[in-house]
């Protein structure tokens, strides 16, 4: 017993050290993953322990020089070689939501409930899809970088009909518009409307694959609804989505309660023949 509570005693500060490397290696290569800049990221790897296996088995002493000196100078050159991928780490890092108040979430909130509102009245289509843990990057592919500030102005004039990018759907990550004119995964589900239109299903199987929430506008009715986990809500008010949204992004331990009433309402209605059962998806 000694001897394990010495072991113990001993062995927990590397073991803490190699969890700490391996959490921010695993992070590193996932920021990283699928930019410019992961085949130079991986070249790079790959080169060095190649280098580092080469002059290990031949016991070639004066690469094993060069490579052990030009581990001193290992920081300053990915700071030079990677910098525009250090730059969107550290970026994406403060707009992490962990970082972000409760009221900058809910004023990111207010940006889109004033930019559906206006779609709506006009009956212009829009298709918003809100990043939250899992990367959205399968779907930035086939859009538009755009980086800019999201605001109910920047939005409309995307999903302006006459735009170039009006198409597609729009990936907004914490306060920023990341990305517009992307076309996301439609679901493969047979149990749907008829009458459901492509952005719809493609709501649907966005979320279907990832935890983003996805606002939809229909260019037909003008009706806004909503996307969460394969399940879509359908002509939902303006004060239904702000509580949705704030249950995801404000209150994120509170969405399978939301989620269990908004079934519970859906099927009161059905029952009572205010909408139609296959009204939510």
Known sequence: MAEILHFIAKGWRPALEIAILSVGLYYCFNFVRGTR??????????LMLSLTALSVLLQLEVLSWLLRSFVTFAAVSVLIIFQP????ILAELGAHPIFATSHEQRENIEVIIQTVERLSEVRIGALLAIEQSISLHEATESGLLVDCEATPEMLETIFFPNNAIHDGG?????DRIMYA?????????????ASLGTRHRAAIGLTEETD????????ETGAISHAYKGQLTRAVTAEQLRAFL???????????????MLRASEAAKANLGLVKPG???
Do not use: H, W
């Open 37 to 46: 800049g992961a085949p130079v990221v991986y070249g790079f790897i790959v």
């Open 181 to 193: 004119a992307c076309i996301f995964p439609l679901t493969r589900r047979q149990d749907l409307a």
């Open 170 to 174: 729009v990936i907004i990550k914490g």
């Open 212 to 219: 983003a929430v996805v606002v939809v506008v229909s260019e």
């Open 279 to 281: 009204s939510r998806i």
């Open 246 to 260: 704030t249950s995801m992004l404000v209150n994120p331990s509170k969405p399978n309660r939301l989620l269990k």
């Open 85 to 88: 991928e250090l730059r969107r």
